[in-house]
Structures are given as structure tokens and as C-alpha cells.
């Protein structure tokens, strides 16, 4: 019997290992192939992508596709974002470990993650409940302690813990919420997906110099919509 229980117990062990080396497989071909390929550099972003489990921010039914190449469903009409898209708004912030940024739209919690591995603290808002709680829980799990998770709407930003060094709006807004321009340091990056919902999108890069705002659009994208409370 004892023996039985053993073999069971060094099955599942090894079942594991293995399932732990198709996802790091899959996961360096995700780097490589969708990431690297497409010129992100930054060696930062890259070992970030490297390190966080993707498929521990994915429902548990699209488990085997968490590592592919496009957004995935995460329940309540809500997406986590394709790698490629993570890694561009990533990179382009230009993340350093000193820096505080703020993001709007956690969902998942998995652009959350990716900045935790290089910067110094991350705020994140989510303005559905369950979400937020869901996220939440699951980066304390991971063992994250410079994510502070809120819900709200994130419209208003996060008044006490700023300026930012950056913003990351991870939902498509009509126009840009003039309290995330107020609340960006000077020399500070936000990056933004700007225009109608369900239609194309522009990600507008919005750079603060002087207290003066330049804003450049970067490529076409779709996301989901950036709801108000
Ligand atoms: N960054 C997420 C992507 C989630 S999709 C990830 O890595 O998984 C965008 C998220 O923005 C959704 O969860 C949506 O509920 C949220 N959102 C939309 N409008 C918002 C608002 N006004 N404030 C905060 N979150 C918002």
C-alpha cells in the first residue's frame, strides 16, 4: 500500500517537472519568436517575460494556449493582452529600477507582474471588482510585494501615491484623462490606447518635458474599452 502511494506521489511529482518544462519551453519560444523577432531589446523587459508564468494569469481552460501569440479571455468580457503588446508598452516606458508607475486596466495582473520584475513599486487600478480581487490574490500568491492592487475606476488615477515616473493604460479611452497627465512626473512617459471602443485604436505615447505634453502616435491596436464607474 505504502508503496503504491509512493509511486502515485512520485508520478504526479514527475508529471509536473515535465508540464514545468513544456511551459518554460514554450515560454523562450514566446520571447524569441514573438518578442525578440518583432525588436523589443530592452534587456529588462526581456528577462521579465522570461521569468513571469503567463499561464498562471490565463483561466485554467486556455492553459495550453496562454504562451500564443494574441490576447486571451479572462471572464467578464476582459482580456489579457497578446505578449507582443505587454512587451512594446513595456519597453517603451523605458522601466527603471528606481521608478514608480501606475497602471490602469490589472485584468489578469500579468503587465502588473512584468513591471513588478524590474521597477521598484507598481500600482494597478481595476474597476471590476471580481478582477481586482482575483488578481489580487493571485500576485500575493506569486510572492509580489511591490504591487498594490486597488479597485475603482482609474479615470482619477491614484492621487496619494503620486507623480509617477510612468503610466500604463491598459483599456481604450476616448480621450486621455487629463487627471493621468497631472498626475505624471516631469519627464514622464504614459502610454495609452486612444479612440472608440470596438474600432481600431491608436497607442499614443504621451511624454511630459517642462510641463509642456507631446503626444506621438505609436501603432493601431485594439483593446477593450475603458469603462467609467
Ligand atoms: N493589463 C491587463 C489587461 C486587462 S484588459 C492584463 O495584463 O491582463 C483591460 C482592463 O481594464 C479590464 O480588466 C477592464 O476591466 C479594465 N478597465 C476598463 N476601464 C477601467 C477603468 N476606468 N479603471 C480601471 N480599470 C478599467
Redesign the pocket.
Known amino acids: 500500500m505504502t508503496r503504491f502511494f509512493l509511486i502515485l506521489i512520485l508520478l504526479t511529482f514527475s508529471n509536473f517537472l515535465v508540464a514545468q518544462d513544456v511551459f518554460e519551453k514554450a515560454r523562450t519560444s514566446m520571447v524569441n519568436g514573438q518578442i525578440k523577432s518583432r525588436g523589443i531589446k530592452d534587456e529588462n523587459t526581456l528577462k521579465a517575460f522570461m521569468n513571469v508564468e503567463r499561464h498562471k ?1 490565463v483561466p485554467d481552460r486556455l492553459i495550453n494556449s496562454s504562451y500564443s501569440d494574441r490576447p486571451l479571455p ?1 471572464g ?1 468580457g ?4 497578446q505578449p507582443y503588446i ?1 512587451a512594446y508598452m513595456t519597453e517603451i516606458i523605458q522601466p527603471k529600477p528606481t521608478d514608480k508607475v501606475l ?10 507582474a512584468i513591471l513588478a520584475e524590474i521597477i521598484e513599486q507598481v500600482y494597478t ?4 471588482p471580481q ?1 481586482a480581487e482575483s488578481a489580487g490574490d493571485l500576485l500575493k500568491e506569486l510572492g509580489y510585494k511591490n504591487i498594490s492592487v486597488k479597485q ?4 482619477f488615477g491614484w492621487e496619494e501615491h503620486a507623480p509617477f515616473d510612468a503610466i500604463i493604460v ?2 481604450a479611452a476616448e480621450h486621455i484623462p487629463p487627471p493621468l497627465i497631472e498626475q505624471l512626473k516631469d519627464g514622464g512617459k504614459m502610454i495609452i490606447p486612444v479612440g472608440s471602443p470596438f474600432l481600431t485604436q491608436q497607442l499614443m505615447l504621451v511624454e511630459k518635458d517642462n510641463e509642456k505634453i507631446k503626444t506621438k502616435s505609436m501603432m493601431p491596436v485594439r ?7
Open positions: 494569469f479572462i467578464y476582459q482580456t489579457i493582452s505587454v497602471e490602469i486596466g490589472t485584468g489578469s495582473g500579468y503587465q502588473a487600478i481595476e474597476i471590476i478582477l475603482g475606476d482609474g479615470y491598459t483599456a483593446f477593450v474599452p475603458f469603462t467609467r464607474e
